[in-house]
């Protein structure tokens, strides 16, 4: 029996630890795609774009001989949500553009031709700001060129372009640029460096909170536990506004991990209990309640917890979790008979979703009518939620959008290079899903096997009683 309890007590400290490094930098990547394959995605769509654009160009007239009722024009196309009509004007008078480099407007151009990828004459445009215009715009034009880096987790080209420039930036603009620059430091794993920026914030700027919770994580990373607690504890004490709840949920969850992997489990529960219940974190701070308790001894505590969030009946890694904590609890309350019901209860669950997923994985290209994107970081697998955080770049979904709107322009001429590329990324979803779900099969897989050493070892226990 003793065997049984320090294999699950193990279980109940390990996973806290495994789910702080999941908060503070995301799952292990899950796909079948390499840094490379991403970048041969994305020069695909580039190429695409490009054609697009220049087909689109020629099928146009020019009819702005003047920058600024060009620049009106554009920015109507914007205001209408005309992206493709905005951009087709822009290719079409790129050469009027590169002769107006010094007025600020170039900066908006520019970034509407980044934040769709056209590529081509966002470069060209980039180009001749660099070599053309004055420091101010040129630093400007950088900061948005560093953005499209980051999308694409290119985080030493985005510091190239952040180096220096915070001085020619508007406030707001300079403390988003300082983020960006932490922030691709600390991707790098340079942890010191990026806390050396992240000291520098103002306390004012709007950005602070953002700011602070990336310091704590960066001080975690250094071990530095003291200062990253006091962090978000001075953080937590400030009003946040609305739009900030959820930041202030993240740094609950990251605060009650890191306190609980330091043995300050109960300080751990109270910074659980402070995640909202409608929070994206809540399934995170239940789990970790539950192990908080557990390591307390509370085992009441702990199932209450467990128990609310089995009941949610969810599909992500914490709600599966807790299908293999309950028996476990039970055991350490000597309620072995339910505990044993509560473990092949589990066997059940965990088999009937890896049998979902195993249906899912048969379905092969079908797989991809499964998929929805419900917003910029999560991708919904039939059931199961993903978070595409640090598993691919973001780009990767933008650039499936871009192609869906694409295709409503697109003329006959182009649709042979269209099919392809629209192909290729389809398959690169199917390969993401694909990957998710063998990995989550294969920690069901792992819950099974645990449950049945659970199940074991109560066995033995009521034999040798």
Request: charged share 20%; aromatic share 8%.
């Amino acid at each position: 029996m003793s065997q049984y309890r320090t294999s699950l007590h193990l279980f109940a400290k390990t996973t806290g630890a495994i789910l702080l490094g999941v908060i503070l930098i995301g799952q292990a990547a899950a796909t079948d795609l390499n840094d490379s394959d991403i970048d041969q995605l994305d020069k695909l769509y580039q190429n695409f774009s490009k054609q697009f654009y220049l087909q689109k160009s020629t099928q146009t007239s020019a009819p702005y001989n003047n920058f600024q009722p060009l620049i009106q024009a554009v920015e109507q196309h914007q205001q209408n949500r005309q992206a493709i009509d905005a951009i087709t004007l822009i290719v079409t008078h790129l050469d009027l553009i590169q002769s107006n480099v010094d007025s600020p407007a170039v900066i908006n151009i520019l970034a509407l031709l980044l934040k769709h990828n056209e590529w081509d004459s966002a470069s060209r445009l980039f180009t001749t700001i660099r070599n053309d215009s004055n420091k101010t715009i040129v630093s400007n034009a950088r900061f948005i060129m560093a953005k499209h880096y980051m999308r694409r987790s290119q985080w030493q080209k985005a510091i190239e372009q952040l180096d220096g420039i915070t001085g020619d930036l508007v406030v707001n603009d300079a403390d988003y640029a300082n983020l960006m620059h932490g922030v691709a430091l600390q991707r790098l794993k340079k942890h010191r460096k990026a806390i050396e920026i992240y000291e520098k914030n103002r306390a004012i700027s709007t950005l602070h909170p953002q700011i602070t919770l990336n310091l704590a994580v960066a001080y975690i990373r250094q071990d530095w536990w003291t200062d990253a607690h006091a962090a978000i504890k001075e953080l937590l004490k400030q009003p946040l506004n609305d739009s900030l709840n959820e930041l202030e949920n993240r740094f609950n969850v990251i605060l009650g991990y890191s306190l609980m992997r330091q043995g300050y489990y109960r300080n751990a529960r109270d910074a659980f209990r402070k995640v909202n219940i409608t929070s994206q974190y809540t399934n995170q701070a239940l789990i970790g309640i539950t192990l908080a308790a557990v390591n307390q001894d509370n085992y009441v505590g702990a199932l209450n917890a467990a128990t609310m969030l089995k009941e949610k009946q969810e599909h992500d890694l914490p709600s599966a979790e807790s299908y293999l904590l309950i028996p476990y609890i039970y055991s350490k309350l000597n309620q072995n008979l339910t505990a044993s019901a509560s473990y092949s209860s589990a066997i059940e669950h965990y088999t009937q979703e890896i049998q979902a997923i195993e249906t899912l994985l048969a379905k092969n290209s079908t797989l991809l009518n499964t998929i929805q994107i419900t917003d910029n970081q999560i991708l919904l697998i039939d059931k199961y939620p993903m978070d595409t955080l640090q598993r691919f770049p973001q780009s990767l979904i933008d650039n499936y959008l871009h192609i869906k709107e694409l295709k409503t322009q697109t003329d006959n001429g182009l649709t042979q290079q269209l099919s392809p590329l629209e192909a290729a990324y389809n398959d690169a979803l199917i390969n993401i899903a694909r990957a998710f779900l063998t990995e989550r099969a294969t920690q069901l897989n792992s819950y099974i096997a645990q449950s049945r050493y659970g199940l074991a070892l109560l066995y033995d226990s009521s034999l040798t009683e």
